[in-house]
């Protein structure tokens, strides 16, 4: 099957959703290919217990305010996929589910898109992959050799899953102290919390309403002059939700220093002791989604795609939103992936207009 359209939208969760509304109020013909076979993004592959940091008012899309989840201060995962589950349906947003993009090529004056489900035509692409997909690891000396159960933030969904087991949580960002904090309130697991550096926690009382705050005064001291803020990195690294609070305040949420390598039945520490280990699950992060732009030729040495806003320079007809600060401040999160997909509708259809 092959199809033409104005904009193939790649990726249909918080990003491509908003890409979707505004493409939609430019009056342009769009369609948005999905991965996954339902609505909701990579929030419906998050752990059990993931709660947002902060109130769902500040947790929305363009467009459709997030309803409260009775009983919760900070909505969990599961409202998430619900709300972006009814926001793809309350706007009618042509989302085609189960269609995974393997590459996009130049072809002439279009991107050619080819997906399991067909083959598209564009005047142009916006990559709304994320980096949910594309989990990264550490090389840690002897990781190999290693007998127990490894795992990533992406595998982990609950305590009951490591019942009676010891296990060391990797990783001094927020998905390891949430992880961490997960298994150490349960009671019933053995949990050791390595981090490459010492955890910086921010101050209680800072929830996503402050940092969404720090990441808009930082775009703005960039667009007016050189002074860079530091934005939210300069505040910390781990948001202290309730359940990281609980846990660090019960003295169940402290960091060691990262171990110098595994041996066959654990973690070897530089001072030379041992610890036995069932499992390890690595909360190091991600990288972005990118492997269907390769064609493209198009990233840098970092691994990144160079930008002006969520235009690749070295192809004007690519946008990419959602990937983090590179592709505009916030723009990784609910409340912040708006602006940007408004800025890159508006570009889109003055070039649609010009073609």
């Not at 598209?120 to 050799?145: D, Y």
């Not at 609070?245 to 039945?265: Q, S």
Request: charged share 20%; glycine share 12%; aromatic share 8%.
């Amino acid at each position: 099957m092959t199809q033409h359209t104005d904009v193939v939208v790649v990726g249909g969760g918080q990003a491509g959703l908003a890409a979707g509304y505004h493409l939609r109020r430019q009056g342009l013909d769009f369609v948005i290919l999905d991965a996954d076979p339902a609505p909701g993004g990579s929030w419906q592959h998050m752990w059990d217990s993931l709660h947002l940091f902060s109130p769902a008012e500040h947790s929305s899309l363009p467009g459709r305010h997030m309803p409260a989840q009775p009983g919760e201060t900070y909505p969990g995962g599961g409202h998430v996929v619900d709300y972006l589950t009814d926001y793809e349906k309350r706007y009618d947003l042509p989302v085609q589910h189960g269609s995974r993009v393997d590459a996009v090529r130049r072809d002439g004056g279009r991107l050619q898109v080819e997906a399991d489900t067909g083959t598209w035509w564009a005047k142009v692409v916006i990559s709304a992959t994320g980096t949910w997909s594309r989990a990264f690891l550490p090389a840690v000396p002897g990781r190999a050799a290693f007998a127990g159960r490894q795992l990533h933030t992406v595998n982990y969904r609950s305590p009951a899953d490591f019942t009676g087991q010891r296990v060391i949580v990797i990783g001094g960002g927020n998905s390891g102290a949430q992880i961490a904090a997960d298994l150490a309130l349960d009671g019933q697991v053995e949990v050791t919390w390595a981090t490459q550096r010492p955890p910086r926690f921010l101050a209680d009382h800072i929830d996503g309403r402050a940092l969404f705050d720090v990441a808009t005064a930082r775009r703005r001291a960039l667009e007016e002059g050189p002074s860079d803020t530091g934005g939210v990195a300069s505040l910390g690294d781990i948001v202290a939700v309730p359940s990281v609070r609980a846990a660090r305040d019960a003295g169940l949420l402290v960091a060691k220093p990262m171990f110098a390598r595994f041996t066959a039945d654990g973690a070897q520490w530089a001072d030379g002791s041992h610890t036995a280990v069932d499992a390890v699950i690595w909360c190091t992060g991600f990288r972005p989604a990118l492997a269907h732009l390769a064609l493209l030729h198009l990233r840098s040495a970092r691994g990144h795609i160079p930008t002006d806003g969520t235009r690749a320079l070295g192809e004007p007809r690519l946008h990419l939103l959602g990937y983090g600060d590179w592709t505009g401040p916030a723009s990784a999160t609910l409340i912040g992936v708006g602006r940007p997909a408004r800025d890159a509708a508006r570009q889109i259809k003055a070039l649609c207009a010009r073609n």
